[in-house]
């Protein structure tokens, strides 16, 4: 009974997640409140449009950068930044809930280091891809793509645990099963655009990635394969 007196009220999350959830609360906050008038006076209004304007990721910008053989550093960072800021607060939200979540599990199997290699390569996969596709010219905004490959990360821990145990490792795909069907729902009811394809992008260099910077690595997954 002390013991659970003296529990902490909330799960402790490794420091790498805070680093990368404090920047997007901070960001929401911000604009949040000068979206109500709260800060910034008048001017505040226009701050999230700002906001997306400046450090959104356009395809088109880099493909004019690849076209000229040119790559200012205010054009690339737009690559990592993007994540960062979200069109609404609802949008915010749900990716603050994912990256909470997943990141604590993959965190606390993972290096800080791994975490980082996994949200960024898949924020930067997920733009690269969108930007290969011409039919994109949409903007990307939001974290979805480096949460995503956090799940991707989840998924691969699920796939190594299932194939230590003999079990079907098909099952470890069930999550990302269910978002892109829930994707695909709301896209048919509502309309929708081209985002899943830089969140399946995202996914996918997750997963793949956790084989090169897990603990143990490929090696780890090649030996309790052979187990089996």
Known sequence: MQDNMNAAPLNPLPVVVWLLALPIIAMEVILSLGAAGVVGGPDAIGWRLAALEQFGFFPDLLRAMIGTGQYPADGLIRLVSYPFVH?????????????????????????????????????????????????INTPLIGGFPPVYGLIGAFTFLLWVNLAAKGANQYRAFTMIGFLLGIQLLFGLLFGGGWDWVGDLAGFAIGFLSSFVVSPGGWELVMAKLRKR
């Open 87 to 135: 069109g609404n607060f609802t949008h915010a939200l749900f990716v603050l809930v994912i990256l909470l979540a997943l990141g604590k599990m993959v965190g606390e199997v993972f290096a800080w280091w791994a975490v980082l290699v996994v949200f960024f390569g898949a924020a930067i996969g997920g733009a690269l891809v969108m930007t290969v596709i011409p039919a």
